[in-house]
């Protein structure tokens, strides 16, 4: 089984402009995340894929690997699906072009429920933690999502799933952790279907995968990643390093 990790990196950003270039302790947050990935071990290899002449320069004038998108998306899953069409590959991990502080934890756990699956059950996995504090589970920027009884995501959303019309029944709130590992004929299907009416009230792209009876199984993690997404989130990070 080849498994490979993609980080999709846009230069461009809402909140953070060029945030992937940006210093972060003598080399670029690209470069940082780009290392990390590397130096897990994890994956038979890894690779940038880009929009941006400057990320693409820096990841191979470094010695990296890396791919220019050829068009514009509006999802990660159709940029890195369009980058790894061609490529011999089983298992594709989306890294976070934003968090170079990688831990190797979660991903193994991604990784080892494809070395389990003989029956090729799984289209997709993804990470959830619990949350408890009714201000995280009400934010819609918090997307959470819920499973059946094998771990298999029935639904994500940014509204409270499910509505506390009872509360003591032991419900468990579960937010999604936005790192993917896909089976390569999963992302191929995405790329050529149709964006359906959930995905595009939600602004969820798993939607989708669900919409057209793709499996996710999730995975429990205590896992929080730690992402730069301002320019204060910089300066933590530079704290960190």
Do not use: C, W
Request: proline content about 4%; hydrophobic content about 40%.
């Amino acid at each position: 089984m080849k498994i490979i990790a993609v980080i999709p990196a846009r230069y461009a950003s809402t909140r953070f402009p060029a945030k992937l270039m940006q210093d972060l302790g003598g080399k670029t947050v690209i470069l940082r995340t780009y290392e990390a990935a590397v130096s897990t071990q994890l994956f038979d290899d890894v690779f940038v894929v880009t929009d941006s002449d400057l990320i693409f320069e820096e990841i191979i004038s470094n010695g990296g690997k890396a791919i220019m998108s050829i068009r514009e998306h509006e999802s990660g899953s159709d940029r890195i699906a369009e980058a790894v069409a061609n490529l011999d590959v089983d298992i594709v991990v989306n890294v976070q072009g934003d968090e170079p502080f990688i831990d190797t934890e979660p991903l193994m756990k991604l990784i080892e429920i494809f070395r389990k699956d003989v029956s090729r059950e799984v289209d997709l996995a993804s990470l959830m933690r619990e949350i408890k504090e009714e201000e995280v589970i009400n934010n819609p920027n918090n997307v959470k999502v819920v499973t059946d009884q094998n771990g298999f995501a029935l639904y994500f959303s940014r509204s409270v799933i499910p509505y506390p019309r009872e509360k003591d029944v032991g419900v468990r709130y579960m937010q999604h952790i936005g790192i993917y590992a896909f089976r390569k004929q999963a992302l191929l299907d995405f790329y050529s279907l149709p964006m359906k009416s959930l995905e595009a009230s939600e602004k969820l792209e798993q939607l989708r995968y669900l919409e057209f009876g793709k499996r996710i199984k999730m995975v429990e993690t205590t896992h929080v990643g730690i992402g730069i997404d301002t320019p204060e989130d910089l300066e933590k990070a530079r704290l960190m390093m």
